[in-house]
């Protein structure tokens, strides 16, 4: 009997293939509040949190509770944040995105209330809201795509700190393992033809090829289920010429 390939045994979710929780600060989200109840907190410390671009920003409300939360462009020390529906539009204070003006960049945005805020968070990144309707209020993703949300949806003001970061280059290996490591990334990964056969389908054979169709079924069972699963095409399109 051969070795199960390394993506059904990462499957299980077994602890080696987790990213670690070592160098974790908090869960980076709103602190749960009334649509009604306006708050204040100052940042009182700028942290980073392994696996994470963006820097948090640890808050103190005036009640003594301590949240961290994605830091915005322009965040220091001393910083206010103000919550509630009567917030200003400014850098950092997070409001219902039916109280936000049309065109206002966004970031850290609720998909769900009372969620803490699920969308937008990665480091760079943005929002824009669009429109406001019947339906919700339409917001601009960073993707291009349009959505809409629930206007009680809370939302942060600015583009999150950090923007930039994936850029840098790793310049050798170990770097680039660490970095996937710390949030739980396949790395480095091996070609399937370049496996023994007892480990991978594609594997085995005096040269590197697959001897097969790359193409599986989407009920395929566990230890065949490599390759392209349930494509509908693969390779290069090909743009036909107009007469």
């Not at 103190?60 to 009567?86: H, Q, W, Y």
């Not at 936000?100 to 937008?120: Q, W």
């Not at 050798?172 to 990964?189: D, E, F, L, T, V």
């Not at 566990?222 to 494509?231: D, L, T």
């Amino acid at each position: 009997m051969g070795k199960r390939p390394l993506v059904r045994r990462r499957g299980r979710g077994g602890m080696q293939f987790r990213a670690t929780v070592t160098g974790k600060q908090a869960p980076a989200k709103y602190p749960y509040f009334e649509l009604s109840e306006e708050h204040t907190g100052t940042v009182i410390d700028l942290v980073h949190e392994r696996g994470r671009d963006a820097p948090l920003a640890k808050v103190r409300f005036e009640d003594g509770s301590i949240s961290r939360i994605p830091a915005v462009l322009g965040t220091k020390i001393g910083s206010t944040i103000k919550f509630g529906l009567n917030a200003g539009i400014a850098n950092g204070n997070v409001i219902s995105i039916q109280n936000i003006p049309d065109g206002t960049v966004v970031c850290n945005i609720e998909k769900h209330f009372g969620d803490g805020g699920s969308i937008a968070k990665t480091a760079g990144s943005s929002a824009t809201v669009f429109s406001h309707n019947v339906d919700g209020v339409i917001l601009k993703l960073p993707s291009g795509s349009f959505t809409t949300l629930n206007p009680k949806n809370r939302a942060m003001i600015g583009i999150l700190a950090g923007g930039g970061t994936s850029e840098r280059p790793f310049l050798n290996a170990g770097n680039k393992w660490r970095r996937y490591r710390s949030k739980g990334r396949k790395y480095p990964i091996v070609r399937g033809v370049a496996q023994a056969a007892y480990v991978h389908p594609h594997g085995g054979g005096r040269h590197q090829h697959m001897g097969g169709g790359g193409t599986v079924s989407r009920n395929a069972p566990p230890g065949a289920k490599v390759g392209s699963i349930a494509a509908r095409k693969t390779g290069r399109a090909r743009v036909k010429e107009r007469a």
